[in-house]
């Protein structure tokens, strides 16, 4: 072998052996890129949830230092516990599983926090921190836990605060956070609230605020880049089902409906805001679609959203 070659090779190798940034001294990539943690999340808004539970299990096996695949897999047990269920609470059974997922979750987002890396590390362990704790609030709350609710509400609060000094512009982040002070601020005056003033002081109570929790949303709707699809669904819950302003949902809904024709939410949203704009020729074609596709035999379209279908056509007759 030629000089010249022989020390060339040499060089690189050595080179290769130093740098931080070498493959087996780094391991496997920390991080999944953006798009792909979209493409699995568009699986989950077109209701393929079981195909979207796959590709994060994929997407954690490939990342193993990341908690992305256990936090969003858990994100999508949401989604799909709105399926033949409440369509603000879904149902309790993904309760545990959910849990599961944030308690394997958050060992890789504390060692993220404990290394002590660049500003964009310190940002991500507290996105996914406080969306843990924004998850654990949501299930506590529909389980009628108040106090443990009202606490990983805090908790979800004084995370975020600190992650919009760091980068206000992480727009992913405006979503729990804006979930959270809207929610909080139709309970101010509740019976829930005051049993756990009562119990854990006025301090203790996350903050309420409706006007801030409707901003945060529609930050989130116009410019986060994961959470988008998650806070418009926020908005049109927020507008159709505790503030009676179907005007206001409608646009919304419809862009969700229109691009994802089968997810069952948004077909049964597109139900309950006709109705309540009192659209009798347009509340009739929305269930006679969903009772078709409910005879075609579409996933997630079956005897639940036929019979909710056939209520409110019922209704439809009698504008």
Not at 35 to 60: D, V
């Amino acid at each position: 072998m030629k000089p010249v070659l022989l020390a060339t090779i040499s060089l690189g190798l050595a080179l290769l052996l130093i740098s931080p940034r070498a493959a087996w001294a780094d391991g496997p990539p920390r991080e999944p890129s953006v798009e792909e943690i979209k493409q699995a999340r568009e699986l989950s808004y077109r209701g393929e949830y079981e195909e979207a539970t796959r590709r994060f299990e994929a997407i954690a096996s490939k990342y193993p230092r990341s908690p992305a695949g256990e936090f969003y897999k858990a994100v999508t047990l949401i989604w799909r516990s709105r399926v033949d269920a409440k369509l603000d609470a879904g149902t309790r059974d993904y309760d545990d599983q959910i849990e599961a997922l944030l308690v394997s979750m958050i060992p890789k987002v504390e060692a993220i926090k404990a290394a002590a890396g660049s500003k964009d590390d310190q940002v991500e362990s507290l996105y996914y921190l406080g969306s843990a704790a924004g998850m654990r609030a949501r299930i506590a709350l529909y389980q009628n836990h108040g106090i443990p609710a009202a606490k990983q509400a805090r908790l979800a609060q004084d995370l975020f605060d600190d992650l919009f000094k760091l980068d206000p512009n992480y727009f992913d982040a405006y979503y729990a956070p804006g979930a959270i002070y809207y929610a909080v601020g139709l309970l101010v005056d509740s019976t829930l609230a005051k049993l756990v003033v009562n119990m854990l002081g006025q301090k203790s109570l996350p903050a309420g605020d409706i006007a801030r929790g409707r901003t945060y949303l529609t930050t989130a709707a116009e410019k986060a880049p994961l959470n988008d699809v998650d806070a418009k669904l926020g908005l049109v819950e927020i507008y159709a089902l505790n503030e009676n302003r179907f005007d206001l949902a409608l646009p919304i809904a419809r862009d969700l409906q229109a691009k994802y024709p089968y997810n069952q939410t948004f077909a049964r949203y597109m139900l309950r805001i006709y109705a309540g704009l009192k659209d009798k020729t347009r509340l009739t074609q929305t269930a006679q679609q969903i009772i078709a596709l409910v005879k075609e035999g579409k996933p997630n379209f079956g005897p639940f959203v036929k019979a909710e279908a056939e209520r409110y056509l019922a209704e439809a007759s009698k504008m």
